[in-house]
């Protein structure tokens, strides 16, 4: 019981459902726009902190100018 979030935002359990029928990682835009509303990281720090889901870093780099972005993208725990 300790490590279940109080209560869950309206915003972190419509991310919960949307990980949960994905079966790859999503960002927080796939998310937000399979959920139909605004999923921001803070809605997903308390489930994180719980181990419901995982966040994980990943690069991209920009093929033109080689720049690179750190991302997140996340995931139902097994
Ligand atoms: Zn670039």
Do not use: Q, W
């Amino acid at each position: 019981m300790a490590n279940e979030p109080k209560e869950l935002s309206i915003a972190a359990k419509a991310a919960l459902d949307v990980l949960s029928a994905s079966d790859k990682p999503l960002t927080l835009g796939e998310i937000s726009e399979k959920a139909g509303m605004d999923i921001k990281s803070g809605n997903l720090t308390g489930l994180v902190r719980a181990g419901k889901v995982i966040s994980e870093e990943r690069e991209y780099v920009c093929p033109t100018c080689n720049h690179k972005k750190i991302y997140h993208v996340f995931s139902i725990a097994e």
